[in-house]
């Protein structure tokens, strides 16, 4: 049973192929730069990697040429083979508060959520589109980063607006990086050999997108990012929490408009807006040449992660577990030691030495908290979740 997972930004079209019977990847790619002259494709399977450079002009020829590629190699004779494609869609609202198959009339409703989510959503159903042009008769299923956090509590969900706003405009929040904090939730409890459901986590997903989740009982109960993917932590190029009278200034003193908020907030600001640089990796380097604005830039990123890490304590009464997740969490020992510096009062305390050596289990055997570091895997539990409609 082969099953394709799909990520289709606007420029861009991700993928990997399973065989489901003991989830084997056979094969991943990236399309990059779609639509420009130097489109290129990355195909990785065998533990082989090949770029290749050819005009790609939409997501339809993309998709054809992930076939090709796919059937040259003999890893997939054509898409129509398949038992099932998986597609990740950001924004769900509340329409979609679990994976549905795609029909007609769901596509329709994708559509009617652009607003929600108008950097992903056209992207997300542009793929979806391409796909059933080109292999109509194969089941496919739209897997919601929103879904997971469909748990959480009004309380918890509704801004302090207008009651209307959320009433007619559905302006809630609705979280992000679900797919993702559901996974490693549950890798967590395999490690700890426990039932999901009597487990309380918080979920660190660090990334150049960054979120945290508080999960109760194996269900989200709050989590940073809210309507958009632009609340929370400091990410690589967005904000995170802000005054709004911050955007209410810019506006009325310096002559800024809807489109120049819209791309300070979510591409000048952050990491980048903070020392010019949006990969911690650069600057880490900056940082440990005495660079003062790399510093900053980190003391900031650390300590957003450690106030909501607070407030989610005080949210769950008790926490069992910590779990650090995606590029920055899975693999800077820097950012993670910073984020619990001091935190013994919360019952977490590291383990210099594991944490360093990239174990799984990082917190010193006398923490009354576990910390742990899990590889996330978003593309195989949207897989998982096609085998639900199989």
């Excluded at 050819?54 to 339809?60: A, C, E, N, P, Q």
């Excluded at 980063?145 to 509704?158: C, Q, R, Y």
Aim: charged share 30%; aromatic share 8%; net charge neutral.
């Amino acid at each position: 049973m082969k099953i394709l997972v799909i990520n289709s930004g606007s420029s861009s079209l991700k993928f990997s192929l399973f065989d489901m019977k003991n989830e084997e990847v056979l094969a991943k790619g990236a399309i990059e730069r779609i639509s420009e002259e130097n489109s290129e494709g990355i195909f990785v399977s065998g533990g082989e990697k090949e770029r290749i450079k050819r005009r790609i002009k939409d997501h339809f020829e993309a998709v054809i040429w992930a076939e090709e590629i796919l059937s040259e190699r003999k890893i997939l004779e054509n898409f129509d083979s398949l038992s099932a494609i998986g597609h990740r869609v950001v924004h769900g609202g509340e329409e979609f508060t679990d994976s549905v198959l795609i029909d007609e009339r769901v596509t329709k409703k994708i559509r009617s959520l652009f607003h929600l989510a108008p950097l992903h959503n056209p992207a997300n159903l542009a793929g979806i589109e391409a796909f059933f042009r080109k292999a109509p008769s194969v089941l496919q299923v739209a897997v919601f980063d929103t879904a997971f956090h469909k748990t959480i509590p009004l309380k918890a969900s509704v801004y302090a607006l207008k009651y209307e706003f959320y009433e007619k405009y559905k302006i809630k929040r609705y979280g992000f990086h679900g797919i993702s904090h559901r996974y490693v939730a549950k890798e967590a409890a395999k490690y700890l050999k426990k039932p999901l459901k009597d487990l309380n986590l918080i979920t660190l997903h660090l990334g150049n997108g960054a979120s945290v989740a508080a999960i109760g009982g194996g269900e989200s109960v709050d989590t940073s990012m809210g309507m958009t993917p632009l609340e929370g932590l400091v990410m690589g190029t967005r904000c995170g929490d802000l005054d709004p009278g911050v955007l209410i200034y810019l506006m009325q003193e310096k002559g800024m408009d809807a489109d120049d908020i819209e791309r300070v907030l979510n591409k000048e600001s952050g990491l980048k807006g903070l020392c010019g640089m949006n990969d911690l990796r650069e600057i880490k380097r900056a940082f440990d040449a005495g660079d003062e604005r790399a510093k900053l830039a980190l003391e900031i990123f650390c300590y957003r992660i450690k106030k909501y890490i607070g407030a989610y304590f005080a949210v769950l009464s008790r926490v069992d577990a910590l779990v650090f997740t995606a590029g920055i969490g899975e693999n800077s020992s820097f950012v993670r030691e910073e984020v619990l510096r001091d935190m013994e009062f919360f019952g977490l305390k590291i383990d210099k030495e594991a944490n360093d050596s990239g174990k799984t289990l990082i917190s010193s055997c006398d923490s009354k908290v576990k910390v742990l570091v899990v590889k996330t895997d978003e593309e195989i539990e949207i897989a998982r979740e096609c085998l639900r409609f199989l």
